[in-house]
Nanobody, 115 residues
Framework: QVQLVESGGGLVQAGGSLRLSCVASGSFFSINAMGWYRQAPGKEREFVAR???????SYGDSVKGRFTISGDNAKNTNYLQMNSLKPEDTAVYYC?????????WGQGTQVTVSS
């Protein structure tokens, strides 16, 4: 089973930047992709970004051009660079890892953007 640990969340002013990290550990054969979802209070969970082990990237419409996902397969780690942050980016950000049989979720890290 895989465990995901996120870090890098916090409080930032609008227009600022944050970098989230997520490390996968545990017993697993391989990770096909890693990424991020987010959930704001009172809203549904929203797709943010995903990177496959082959480097294929995908982004949610609301973050395109502002967020960049990258990964290090050897370290089972992915990073989410978030620039030009807006108050509407405030949410709990969850790391995900897609394995052959299931999707694992992290505990989440809070990102708060003040106006």
């Amino acid at each position: 089973q895989v465990q995901l640990v996120e870090s890098g969340g916090g409080l930032v002013q609008a227009g600022g930047s944050l970098r989230l990290s997520c490390v996968a550990s545990g017993s697993f054969f391989s990770i096909n992709a890693m990424g991020w979802y987010r959930q704001a209070p009172g809203k549904e969970r929203e797709f943010v970004a995903r990177i496959t082990k082959d480097g294929i990237l995908s982004y949610g419409d609301s973050v395109k051009g502002r967020f960049t996902i990258s990964g290090d397969n050897a370290k089972n780690t992915n990073y989410l660079q978030m620039n030009s942050l807006k108050p509407e980016d405030t949410a709990v950000y969850y790391c995900i890892a897609d394995l052959h049989e299931y999707r694992a979720w992290g505990q989440g890290t809070q990102v708060t953007v003040s106006s």
